[in-house]
């Protein structure tokens, strides 16, 4: 039976092609401008690590300004300070754990084709890359002994690796950063979380940095961080000592709890942190410790900008205008098919048998509009693209992946199912004798 109302149905749209493909052209022009919105915040909000959002946690600790909290209402510090993160390091509480910041150095290659650049280097330690799946194509991240004998070892992206060595295996290579040599450990195969969880400071969209090396190196190097860096009171004293000894905040850490225990558990160990270094002078704010899943880190970091949210609104109020055009149009169709849908009923076509058969019908409209909505939101895509070309990123927020495809599709199928509804409710109560004795 479906064989045959499709075939009805592709005849009603052959014989009203103008009508017909208006009303394509009114769902795919909706859907388009609907899902260039939906896509880009799909992408804005898409969490990277979701298969383990409930293992790794965002720490915070308040050592704020007493007067004052870092964020209304209560929020504590984005970050903690070096006494804290290494302190909770090394206690060593957590299954993994990692404190990392983002730093400026000048790599040397050894073409002397390549000028020398200055590039961003992540300082972190050695459970970064098992606690975030950072895959590998060639070697492997340093170990905990690497970090406590503050070995000269990095890790490079795989775009890094290309531009200096080629592609090739770099492993075991020499790289000259300031002046130092650091032994190439590894080399990632493609990897770009977006957002990027890990550090949602500055641009939580911009590629994660292309080099990696010890956080213990970076400060004993004296590394500066060229992060965010917040301080509710200045430094003691001049000089790097007496900045790692103070109350300002510029280290991300996060740790991996594989169970609800050990996440209690630290909770606890935080707890009992704070309250002792209470005791030592320090924490004057009221205890507000926080472990933040991935998902709620970026959600409490408001990763996706407000002016996407008002747009995607915008958006479905357009596509509900293309749907009641729609509606206009699909009325108008019923009222041309008067005769057809009365002499039909007269030879014994029952309201369920019609209703069938128009819905059949607007599902068919509706896949054509979804097919096409698909290419108008690739449009929609490429038009945002180019406005915002100057922004490094934005080629990664305007993909469109197969969710987004079939979302497109079952979406304009839905919509014109919806849409179809009253009229043809309106076609299923045509009186037969009443339009039969007119004609």
């Given at each position: 039976?479906?064989?045959?109302?499709?075939?009805?149905?592709?005849?009603?749209?052959?014989?009203?092609?103008?009508?017909?493909?208006?009303?394509?052209?009114?769902?795919?022009?909706?859907?388009?401008?609907?899902?260039?919105?939906?896509?880009?915040?799909?992408?804005?909000?898409?969490?990277?690590?979701?298969?383990?959002?409930?293992?790794?946690?965002?720490?915070?600790?308040?050592?704020?300004?007493?007067?004052?909290?870092?964020?209304?209402?209560?929020?504590?510090?984005?970050?903690?300070?070096?006494?804290?993160?290494?302190?909770?390091?090394?206690?060593?509480?957590?299954?993994?754990?990692?404190?990392?910041?983002?730093?400026?150095?000048?790599?040397?290659?050894?073409?002397?084709?390549?000028?020398?650049?200055?590039?961003?280097?992540?300082?972190?330690?050695?459970?970064?890359?098992?606690?975030?799946?950072?895959?590998?194509?060639?070697?492997?991240?340093?170990?905990?002994?690497?970090?406590?004998?503050?070995?000269?070892?990095?890790?490079?992206?795989?775009?890094?690796?290309?531009?200096?060595?080629?592609?090739?295996?770099?492993?075991?290579?020499?790289?000259?950063?300031?002046?130092?040599?650091?032994?190439?450990?590894?080399?990632?195969?493609?990897?770009?979380?977006?957002?990027?969880?890990?550090?949602?400071?500055?641009?939580?969209?911009?590629?994660?940095?292309?080099?990696?090396?010890?956080?213990?190196?970076?400060?004993?190097?004296?590394?500066?961080?060229?992060?965010?860096?917040?301080?509710?009171?200045?430094?003691?004293?001049?000089?790097?000592?007496?900045?790692?000894?103070?109350?300002?905040?510029?280290?991300?850490?996060?740790?991996?709890?594989?169970?609800?225990?050990?996440?209690?558990?630290?909770?606890?160990?935080?707890?009992?942190?704070?309250?002792?270094?209470?005791?030592?002078?320090?924490?004057?704010?009221?205890?507000?410790?926080?472990?933040?899943?991935?998902?709620?880190?970026?959600?409490?970091?408001?990763?996706?900008?407000?002016?996407?949210?008002?747009?995607?609104?915008?958006?479905?109020?357009?596509?509900?205008?293309?749907?009641?055009?729609?509606?206009?149009?699909?009325?108008?169709?019923?009222?041309?098919?008067?005769?057809?849908?009365?002499?039909?009923?007269?030879?014994?076509?029952?309201?369920?048998?019609?209703?069938?058969?128009?819905?059949?019908?607007?599902?068919?409209?509706?896949?054509?509009?979804?097919?096409?909505?698909?290419?108008?939101?690739?449009?929609?895509?490429?038009?945002?693209?180019?406005?915002?070309?100057?922004?490094?990123?934005?080629?990664?927020?305007?993909?469109?992946?197969?969710?987004?495809?079939?979302?497109?599709?079952?979406?304009?199928?839905?919509?014109?199912?919806?849409?179809?509804?009253?009229?043809?409710?309106?076609?299923?109560?045509?009186?037969?004798?009443?339009t039969l004795r007119i004609q």
């Amino acid at each position: 039976m479906l064989r045959y109302y499709l075939k009805l149905g592709f005849l009603s749209i052959r014989a009203n092609p103008a009508l017909s493909l208006l009303m394509v052209a009114a769902i795919a022009v909706g859907i388009g401008a609907c899902m260039t919105m939906v896509t880009v915040r799909h992408v804005m909000a898409d969490n990277p690590i979701a298969h383990k959002n409930d293992r790794l946690f965002h720490v915070q600790v308040d050592n704020w300004n007493p007067n004052n909290p870092y964020r209304e209402p209560n929020e504590p510090p984005e970050q903690v300070t070096y006494l804290d993160a290494t302190r909770l390091l090394e206690a060593g509480r957590a299954h993994r754990q990692v404190i990392s910041f983002k730093s400026d150095r000048v790599v040397q290659p050894d073409d002397d084709e390549i000028l020398p650049f200055q590039e961003e280097v992540r300082a972190t330690s050695a459970d970064f890359f098992a606690m975030f799946d950072v895959p590998f194509k060639y070697g492997s991240g340093w170990d905990a002994a690497a970090d406590r004998a503050e070995e000269r070892v990095t890790v490079l992206s795989a775009a890094m690796n290309d531009r200096l060595y080629g592609g090739e295996d770099s492993t075991g290579r020499m790289l000259m950063m300031n002046n130092e040599p650091y032994r190439v450990a590894g080399v990632l195969d493609d990897w770009r979380p977006t957002p990027k969880f890990f550090d949602l400071n500055n641009n939580p969209y911009e590629d994660p940095e292309d080099i990696y090396t010890p956080f213990s190196v970076a400060v004993t190097g004296e590394w500066g961080s060229s992060g965010n860096n917040s301080c509710w009171k200045s430094p003691e004293e001049a000089g790097y000592a007496s900045y790692l000894a103070s109350e300002c905040i510029w280290i991300q850490m996060w740790v991996e709890l594989p169970t609800q225990a050990d996440k209690e558990a630290y909770e606890q160990f935080l707890a009992d942190y704070v309250t002792e270094q209470k005791e030592l002078g320090r924490f004057p704010r009221p205890l507000n410790n926080r472990l933040s899943t991935p998902e709620e880190w970026m959600i409490n970091q408001e990763v996706v900008d407000d002016m996407v949210s008002v747009l995607l609104a915008l958006s479905a109020l357009f596509l509900l205008v293309c749907l009641l055009n729609t509606i206009g149009l699909l009325l108008a169709k019923v009222i041309r098919r008067r005769n057809d849908i009365s002499l039909r009923r007269a030879l014994g076509a029952s309201k369920a048998e019609l209703f069938r058969q128009y819905i059949v019908e607007a599902g068919m409209i509706g896949g054509a509009g979804g097919l096409a909505g698909i290419g108008m939101t690739w449009l929609g895509l490429r038009g945002i693209e180019n406005v915002f070309s100057e922004y490094d990123f934005i080629e990664h927020l305007v993909t469109m992946d197969w969710q987004m495809v079939g979302l497109a599709v079952l979406l304009a199928i839905v919509s014109s199912l919806g849409a179809a509804l009253y009229p043809t409710w309106r076609a299923c109560r045509v009186s037969p004798a009443t339009t039969l004795r007119i004609q």
